[in-house]
């Protein structure tokens, strides 16, 4: 099992930058792909960025293209979302999550698919 503590949420004005991490405990740490989820209020758990094992592959929601870096340090047992221009719509407490993976490319875009969850980051972004 991996635990997941996710930090670096702040109140935030419209346009400025943002880096989250999730630190995980235990040494398997390399064997899990990581996601960032953020819920706002009243909406779903929606995806916002992925990583695969190796850090090779990534992927993100469309609304954050561009906008967002997902990262990771397989050393330290961090990973990271930079986050760049942020709007008041990018409000919401931002999960990382954590599932196991076979394969070292492989990226997951559903809540289903993760097993492990962080208690959650509060991003405010004011207008």
């Known amino acids: 099992q991996v635990q997941l503590v996710e930090s670096g949420g702040r109140l935030v004005q419209a346009g400025g930058s943002l880096r989250l991490s999730c630190a995980a405990s235990?040494?398997?740490?390399?064997?899990?792909?990581m996601g960032w989820f953020r819920q706002a209020p009243g909406k779903e758990r929606e995806f916002v960025a992925a990583i695969s094992m190796s850090g090779e592959s990534t992927t993100y929601a469309d609304s954050v293209k561009g906008r967002l870096t997902i990262s990771r340090d397989n050393a330290k047992n961090e990973v990271y979302l930079q986050m760049y221009g942020l709007e008041p719509d990018d409000t919401a407490v931002y999960y990382c999550a954590a599932t196991w993976s076979a394969s070292w490319s492989t990226v997951y875009v559903n809540s289903w698919e993760y097993g492990m969850w962080g208690q959650g980051t509060q991003v405010t972004v004011s207008s």
């Open positions: 235990g040494r398997a740490f390399s064997s899990v792909a």
